[in-house]
């Protein structure tokens, strides 16, 4: 069934192999049982790749740690939708796309949630024939639907969605393989069908992360493999600002987003050019 993904979702095999690696460890930040059926054995064989540039045997590691940097969005992003979750009005909660995460799955979820997957139909029909014994913990729909179509709101309404109450969206692994026009347009329309108060999460890469020489290896590895990195910001908040959201931006190995395993140094200022960062988004609809 691999076959039926394009290279963009097949990245979602690698991210399942990671959350697997992760689930595997003693000192896990998440724990998360579906993860290596998701996986399947694509998505470790994408991971040996991502392995052998990230820590080459050779010589010492110049690269993005890819295991430590997943562990801590995958926790962050936990947190957010779960604490999202607890608020009295929010009933609403929107992965876009949902790729292979397991999240409906694998957390406790309070009873009044509606909880939205929305992929191409490809992937959808691939997690529901690995999970296909699995019961979801939440309300869950299924919209098979692309994100570039020019109907997919119409869709997300068909399954049950409300734009009138407020909702809560993650776009997680996305933004940075859309040209930025793409990326703006996506995100003005799901601030058009967010209701003022809803909340956004995303992340997302700096300008120079793909750029500088030292990250040039991993880069060089999406590309071969068919979807290079092709968009990210200095001005994340600004980004998210034009769209309708006021967000903040938090970076692993700050405050919050570190959970113990970031493993190099606090991120410098942001005025320090020359940086490869990566920005995890979370805020509100105006």
Known sequence: MTDALNPVERTALLTAALRAAETRRTDRLYEDPYAARLAGDAGPELLAEMRDATFPPDRPRTQP??????????????????????????????????????????????????????????????????????????ARRRVAVDLTSDDWEKQLVDAGYDPSLPSTWLIEGLLHYIPEPGVRRLLERVAAISAPGSRIAADLVNAAALTLPHVQGQLDIFKAWGCPWVFGSDEPEALFDRCGFDVDATQPGEPGADFGRWPGPVPPPRTVKDTRRVFLMHGRRR
């Open 65 to 138: 740690s890819a295991p430590d940097y997943n562990a801590i969005r995958t926790r962050f992003f936990d947190d957010f939708l779960l604490g999202a979750a607890q608020e009295p009005d929010m009933t609403q909660i929107v992965l876009a796309p949902a790729g292979m995460d397991s999240r409906a799955y694998r957390l406790n979820w309070p009873g009044h949630i509606r909880y939205f997957e929305v992929d191409r139909p490809a992937v959808l029909e691939f997690k529901a024939d690995r999970l296909q014994d699995v019961t979801p913990q939440v």
